[in-house]
Protein backbone atom coordinates (compact mmCIF):
# COMPACT_ATOMS: atom_id res chain seq x y z
CA UNK A 1 0.00 0.00 0.00
CA UNK A 2 1.34 3.83 -0.78
CA UNK A 3 2.65 4.96 2.43
CA UNK A 4 0.31 8.19 2.77
CA UNK A 5 -2.78 6.24 1.25
CA UNK A 6 -1.75 4.00 3.97
CA UNK A 7 -1.73 6.35 6.76
CA UNK A 8 -4.55 8.23 6.10
CA UNK A 9 -6.71 5.25 6.07
CA UNK A 10 -5.00 4.35 9.28
CA UNK A 11 -5.59 8.02 10.84
CA UNK A 12 -9.65 7.71 10.00
CA UNK A 13 -9.60 3.84 11.59
CA UNK A 14 -8.21 5.36 14.72
CA UNK A 15 -10.41 8.05 15.08
CA UNK A 16 -12.48 5.85 15.66
CA UNK A 17 -10.99 3.70 17.59
CA UNK A 18 -8.82 4.37 19.66
CA UNK A 19 -7.29 7.34 22.31
CA UNK A 20 -5.61 10.30 21.48
CA UNK A 21 -1.62 8.83 21.75
CA UNK A 22 -0.60 12.07 24.17
CA UNK A 23 -3.08 10.53 26.97
CA UNK A 24 -0.63 7.22 27.16
CA UNK A 25 2.54 8.89 28.17
CA UNK A 26 3.23 10.88 31.69
CA UNK A 27 7.20 12.43 30.21
CA UNK A 28 9.35 11.76 27.41
CA UNK A 29 13.14 10.61 27.58
CA UNK A 30 15.17 10.70 24.64
CA UNK A 31 18.61 8.93 24.02
CA UNK A 32 20.67 9.38 20.83
CA UNK A 33 23.03 11.05 18.66
CA UNK A 34 22.91 14.34 17.12
CA UNK A 35 19.57 13.54 15.02
CA UNK A 36 18.07 13.89 18.66
CA UNK A 37 20.79 16.14 20.07
CA UNK A 38 18.71 19.24 21.83
CA UNK A 39 22.11 20.79 23.06
CA UNK A 40 23.98 18.62 25.22
CA UNK A 41 26.98 18.23 23.39
CA UNK A 42 27.30 22.19 23.33
CA UNK A 43 26.84 22.35 27.10
CA UNK A 44 29.14 20.11 27.65
CA UNK A 45 31.73 22.85 26.50
CA UNK A 46 34.29 20.57 24.58
CA UNK A 47 34.93 22.81 21.88
CA UNK A 48 33.32 20.73 19.74
CA UNK A 49 29.18 21.72 19.73
CA UNK A 50 27.28 23.27 16.49
CA UNK A 51 28.14 26.84 15.73
CA UNK A 52 26.19 29.27 13.81
CA UNK A 53 24.23 29.06 11.46
CA UNK A 54 23.44 25.77 13.59
CA UNK A 55 20.90 27.08 15.99
CA UNK A 56 21.14 26.74 19.42
CA UNK A 57 23.04 24.29 19.65
CA UNK A 58 21.17 22.08 17.41
CA UNK A 59 22.78 19.61 14.29
CA UNK A 60 20.10 21.66 12.26
CA UNK A 61 18.76 24.91 11.71
CA UNK A 62 15.99 24.46 14.35
CA UNK A 63 14.45 21.70 16.81
CA UNK A 64 14.89 18.30 16.63
CA UNK A 65 11.76 15.61 15.48
CA UNK A 66 11.86 14.48 19.13
CA UNK A 67 11.55 18.12 20.66
CA UNK A 68 8.73 18.66 18.13
CA UNK A 69 7.30 14.79 19.21
CA UNK A 70 7.29 16.27 22.90
CA UNK A 71 5.16 19.15 21.68
CA UNK A 72 2.75 17.03 19.95
CA UNK A 73 1.94 14.61 22.62
CA UNK A 74 1.76 17.29 25.11
CA UNK A 75 4.15 17.17 27.06
CA UNK A 76 5.91 20.77 26.81
CA UNK A 77 9.13 21.74 25.57
CA UNK A 78 11.68 19.27 25.82
CA UNK A 79 15.40 20.31 27.01
CA UNK A 80 18.79 18.78 27.30
CA UNK A 81 19.91 17.55 30.71
CA UNK A 82 22.64 19.34 31.24
CA UNK A 83 20.81 22.89 30.83
CA UNK A 84 20.56 25.13 33.91
CA UNK A 85 16.69 23.62 34.63
CA UNK A 86 17.90 20.05 33.42
CA UNK A 87 15.56 18.09 31.24
CA UNK A 88 14.84 14.48 29.76
CA UNK A 89 16.64 14.67 26.55
CA UNK A 90 20.22 12.64 26.94
CA UNK A 91 21.54 12.38 23.28
CA UNK A 92 24.56 13.58 22.60
CA UNK A 93 25.96 14.42 18.59
CA UNK A 94 28.52 12.28 17.96
CA UNK A 95 27.26 9.05 20.57
CA UNK A 96 27.66 6.00 18.81
CA UNK A 97 26.43 2.74 20.66
CA UNK A 98 29.15 1.77 22.97
CA UNK A 99 32.30 -0.11 22.91
CA UNK A 100 33.59 -1.55 19.36
CA UNK A 101 36.68 -2.63 17.70
CA UNK A 102 36.97 0.93 16.61
CA UNK A 103 35.69 2.52 19.75
CA UNK A 104 37.62 1.53 22.52
CA UNK A 105 36.90 2.33 26.57
CA UNK A 106 38.46 5.24 27.19
CA UNK A 107 38.34 6.17 30.92
CA UNK A 108 41.28 8.99 30.94
CA UNK A 109 38.89 10.68 28.33
CA UNK A 110 36.56 13.88 29.19
CA UNK A 111 34.16 12.51 26.46
CA UNK A 112 31.35 10.61 27.84
CA UNK A 113 28.77 10.62 25.61
CA UNK A 114 28.32 7.24 23.84
CA UNK A 115 24.52 5.51 24.30
CA UNK A 116 25.61 3.57 27.65
CA UNK A 117 27.12 7.11 29.18
CA UNK A 118 23.70 8.83 28.41
CA UNK A 119 21.82 5.79 30.43
CA UNK A 120 24.19 5.92 33.45
CA UNK A 121 23.32 9.89 34.08
CA UNK A 122 19.58 9.15 32.95
CA UNK A 123 19.72 6.73 36.08
CA UNK A 124 21.31 8.77 38.56
CA UNK A 125 18.81 11.38 38.15
CA UNK A 126 16.09 9.80 37.91
CA UNK A 127 16.60 6.90 40.84
CA UNK A 128 12.91 6.09 41.17
CA UNK A 129 11.69 4.39 37.96
CA UNK A 130 9.23 6.91 35.90
CA UNK A 131 6.00 4.97 35.50
CA UNK A 132 4.06 5.78 31.75
CA UNK A 133 6.79 7.61 30.34
CA UNK A 134 7.99 7.12 26.59
CA UNK A 135 11.83 6.36 25.26
CA UNK A 136 13.16 7.53 22.25
CA UNK A 137 16.14 5.69 20.46
CA UNK A 138 18.06 6.41 17.70
CA UNK A 139 21.58 5.33 17.31
CA UNK A 140 23.71 3.48 15.12
CA UNK A 141 24.39 6.41 12.11
CA UNK A 142 27.90 7.38 14.26
CA UNK A 143 28.87 3.77 14.22
CA UNK A 144 28.95 3.02 10.41
CA UNK A 145 29.69 6.07 9.35
CA UNK A 146 33.03 5.83 11.46
CA UNK A 147 33.54 2.31 9.98
CA UNK A 148 33.20 3.11 6.58
CA UNK A 149 35.64 6.47 6.97
CA UNK A 150 38.33 3.79 8.58
CA UNK A 151 37.67 1.46 5.63
CA UNK A 152 37.69 4.15 2.63
CA UNK A 153 41.13 5.17 4.40
CA UNK A 154 42.56 1.77 4.51
CA UNK A 155 42.55 1.43 8.27
CA UNK A 156 40.17 -1.67 8.74
CA UNK A 157 38.85 -4.38 5.82
CA UNK A 158 35.24 -4.49 4.90
CA UNK A 159 34.52 -7.48 7.19
CA UNK A 160 35.69 -5.99 9.89
CA UNK A 161 33.51 -2.92 9.72
CA UNK A 162 30.89 -5.59 9.17
CA UNK A 163 32.03 -6.86 12.58
CA UNK A 164 31.87 -3.48 14.18
CA UNK A 165 28.40 -3.09 12.91
CA UNK A 166 27.37 -6.20 14.30
CA UNK A 167 28.86 -4.99 17.70
CA UNK A 168 26.81 -1.88 17.28
CA UNK A 169 23.31 -3.52 16.83
CA UNK A 170 24.64 -6.06 19.86
CA UNK A 171 25.12 -2.78 21.70
CA UNK A 172 21.86 -1.27 20.94
CA UNK A 173 19.95 -4.17 22.30
CA UNK A 174 21.83 -4.25 25.57
CA UNK A 175 21.15 -0.70 26.33
CA UNK A 176 17.79 -1.32 25.70
CA UNK A 177 17.71 -3.69 28.00
CA UNK A 178 19.30 -1.42 30.54
CA UNK A 179 16.69 1.13 30.09
CA UNK A 180 14.10 -2.11 30.97
CA UNK A 181 15.88 -2.39 34.14
CA UNK A 182 15.47 0.93 34.87
CA UNK A 183 11.37 1.19 34.08
CA UNK A 184 11.40 1.69 30.61
CA UNK A 185 8.53 0.03 29.34
CA UNK A 186 7.81 1.74 25.85
CA UNK A 187 10.29 2.37 23.13
CA UNK A 188 9.92 4.38 20.03
CA UNK A 189 13.11 3.48 18.05
CA UNK A 190 14.11 5.65 15.23
CA UNK A 191 15.80 3.74 12.33
CA UNK A 192 19.45 4.34 10.83
CA UNK A 193 17.78 6.64 7.71
CA UNK A 194 19.52 5.62 4.80
CA UNK A 195 22.39 6.79 4.68
CA UNK A 196 23.00 6.06 0.75
CA UNK A 197 20.82 8.71 0.11
CA UNK A 198 22.43 11.76 2.23
CA UNK A 199 24.61 14.19 0.36
CA UNK A 200 27.64 12.68 2.65
CA UNK A 201 27.31 9.36 0.72
CA UNK A 202 25.16 9.74 -2.50
CA UNK A 203 26.63 9.63 -5.74
CA UNK A 204 30.06 7.95 -3.90
CA UNK A 205 31.74 4.65 -4.07
CA UNK A 206 30.50 4.02 -0.42
CA UNK A 207 26.91 4.83 -1.50
CA UNK A 208 25.77 1.07 -1.43
CA UNK A 209 27.62 0.23 1.28
CA UNK A 210 25.94 2.89 3.63
CA UNK A 211 22.13 1.71 2.59
CA UNK A 212 22.94 -1.70 3.21
CA UNK A 213 24.70 -1.46 6.53
CA UNK A 214 22.28 0.79 7.27
CA UNK A 215 19.24 -1.87 6.48
CA UNK A 216 21.11 -4.59 8.17
CA UNK A 217 21.71 -2.72 10.95
CA UNK A 218 18.31 -1.92 11.54
CA UNK A 219 17.41 -5.61 10.52
CA UNK A 220 19.06 -6.60 13.31
CA UNK A 221 17.67 -3.86 15.81
CA UNK A 222 14.24 -4.56 15.46
CA UNK A 223 15.00 -8.64 15.50
CA UNK A 224 16.60 -8.11 19.72
CA UNK A 225 13.77 -5.43 20.24
CA UNK A 226 11.00 -8.11 19.15
CA UNK A 227 12.83 -10.88 21.20
CA UNK A 228 12.41 -8.30 24.33
CA UNK A 229 8.83 -7.43 24.11
CA UNK A 230 7.98 -10.64 26.00
CA UNK A 231 10.02 -9.32 29.03
CA UNK A 232 7.13 -6.86 28.54
CA UNK A 233 8.71 -3.87 26.26
CA UNK A 234 6.33 -2.14 24.23
CA UNK A 235 8.10 -1.25 20.88
CA UNK A 236 7.01 1.32 18.43
CA UNK A 237 9.38 1.98 15.31
CA UNK A 238 9.59 5.21 13.34
CA UNK A 239 11.24 3.59 9.58
CA UNK A 240 13.14 6.77 8.71
CA UNK A 241 14.90 4.75 6.19
CA UNK A 242 11.50 4.13 3.91
CA UNK A 243 10.42 7.43 4.27
CA UNK A 244 13.75 9.11 3.06
CA UNK A 245 13.25 6.69 0.11
CA UNK A 246 10.04 8.20 -0.41
CA UNK A 247 10.99 11.66 -0.14
CA UNK A 248 13.76 11.56 -2.54
CA UNK A 249 11.06 10.02 -5.10
CA UNK A 250 8.66 12.80 -4.88
CA UNK A 251 9.84 15.43 -2.71
CA UNK A 252 6.92 18.03 -3.91
CA UNK A 253 4.36 15.36 -2.05
CA UNK A 254 6.30 16.53 1.20
CA UNK A 255 6.96 20.28 0.43
CA UNK A 256 10.68 19.92 -0.56
CA UNK A 257 12.23 21.64 -3.36
CA UNK A 258 15.80 20.38 -2.74
CA UNK A 259 16.77 16.84 -1.65
CA UNK A 260 19.88 15.84 -2.49
CA UNK A 261 22.22 18.91 -1.71
CA UNK A 262 23.09 20.33 1.75
CA UNK A 263 21.52 24.32 2.73
CA UNK A 264 24.96 24.46 4.74
CA UNK A 265 27.86 23.31 2.78
CA UNK A 266 30.43 23.69 6.11
CA UNK A 267 30.90 21.60 8.67
CA UNK A 268 28.98 22.44 12.51
CA UNK A 269 32.45 23.98 14.09
CA UNK A 270 33.47 26.62 11.68
CA UNK A 271 31.23 29.22 10.94
CA UNK A 272 33.41 29.99 7.73
CA UNK A 273 33.47 26.51 6.77
CA UNK A 274 31.04 27.06 4.24
CA UNK A 275 28.17 28.37 2.32
CA UNK A 276 24.71 29.04 2.94
CA UNK A 277 21.86 28.05 0.46
CA UNK A 278 19.74 31.23 2.16
CA UNK A 279 19.05 33.48 5.26
CA UNK A 280 15.61 32.70 5.30
CA UNK A 281 14.15 30.16 7.54
CA UNK A 282 11.43 29.56 4.82
CA UNK A 283 13.73 28.98 2.49
CA UNK A 284 15.80 27.04 4.10
CA UNK A 285 13.07 24.82 4.97
CA UNK A 286 12.39 24.21 1.13
CA UNK A 287 15.82 21.67 1.66
CA UNK A 288 15.72 18.32 3.10
CA UNK A 289 19.31 18.78 4.24
CA UNK A 290 20.92 21.06 6.40
CA UNK A 291 24.30 19.71 6.00
CA UNK A 292 25.37 16.17 4.21
CA UNK A 293 23.68 14.53 7.07
CA UNK A 294 21.46 15.86 9.13
CA UNK A 295 17.75 17.00 7.89
CA UNK A 296 16.88 20.85 8.25
CA UNK A 297 13.93 21.52 10.87
CA UNK A 298 11.20 20.66 8.52
CA UNK A 299 12.69 17.46 7.85
CA UNK A 300 12.71 16.92 11.81
CA UNK A 301 9.29 17.98 11.57
CA UNK A 302 8.03 15.56 9.20
CA UNK A 303 9.77 12.80 11.00
CA UNK A 304 7.93 13.83 14.15
CA UNK A 305 4.75 13.64 12.53
CA UNK A 306 5.06 10.13 11.23
CA UNK A 307 6.41 9.18 14.89
CA UNK A 308 3.47 10.48 16.12
CA UNK A 309 1.34 8.08 13.80
CA UNK A 310 3.81 5.21 14.69
CA UNK A 311 2.12 5.66 18.51
CA UNK A 312 -0.93 5.96 17.54
CA UNK A 313 -1.09 2.81 15.51
CA UNK A 314 -2.15 -0.57 16.98
CA UNK A 315 1.17 -2.35 17.70
CA UNK A 316 2.37 -5.13 15.99
CA UNK A 317 2.38 -8.50 16.85
CA UNK A 318 5.58 -10.06 18.46
CA UNK A 319 6.29 -12.66 15.38
CA UNK A 320 5.16 -9.58 12.56
CA UNK A 321 8.02 -7.46 13.83
CA UNK A 322 10.51 -10.03 13.77
CA UNK A 323 9.75 -11.66 10.60
CA UNK A 324 10.33 -8.12 9.35
CA UNK A 325 13.66 -7.83 10.95
CA UNK A 326 14.56 -11.18 9.84
CA UNK A 327 13.39 -10.37 6.32
CA UNK A 328 15.79 -7.25 6.19
CA UNK A 329 18.46 -9.50 7.19
CA UNK A 330 17.63 -11.91 4.51
CA UNK A 331 17.07 -8.67 1.82
CA UNK A 332 20.71 -8.48 3.13
CA UNK A 333 22.07 -11.11 2.94
CA UNK A 334 21.42 -11.07 -1.52
CA UNK A 335 21.78 -7.49 -2.83
CA UNK A 336 25.33 -7.14 -1.01
CA UNK A 337 27.77 -9.22 -1.95
CA UNK A 338 31.33 -9.19 0.36
CA UNK A 339 33.65 -7.13 -1.40
CA UNK A 340 37.37 -6.51 -0.81
CA UNK A 341 38.93 -3.49 0.84
CA UNK A 342 39.02 -0.02 -1.42
CA UNK A 343 42.38 -0.51 -3.21
Known amino acids: MNRKLGFAVL ?75 GGTNFAFGGAQTG ?9 SSPIHIDLPDQIAAYDLLNPVPVKGALYTLDIGANDIMNALEDFSEKKISYDEV ?40 DGTALQMDASDLAASFNAAVLAGLAELKSDGLKVFTLDTYDLLDEIKADPSQFGFTNVSDPCWTGNFTDPNS ?36 ALAAPEPSTWAMMLVGLAGLGLHAVRRPRRPAII
Open 11 to 85: AAALACACTPAAASYTAIFAFGDSLSDAGNLILEDLGEGPVPPYVDGHFSNGPTWVEDLSQMLGLGVMTPFLGPK
Open 274 to 309: GTLCSTDPSDQNKYLFWDEVHPTEAGHLLAAEFAAE
Open 99 to 107: TTDINPPNP
Open 162 to 201: ETVVGQAEANTIDSVQSLMKLGARSLLFYEVPNLGLTPRF
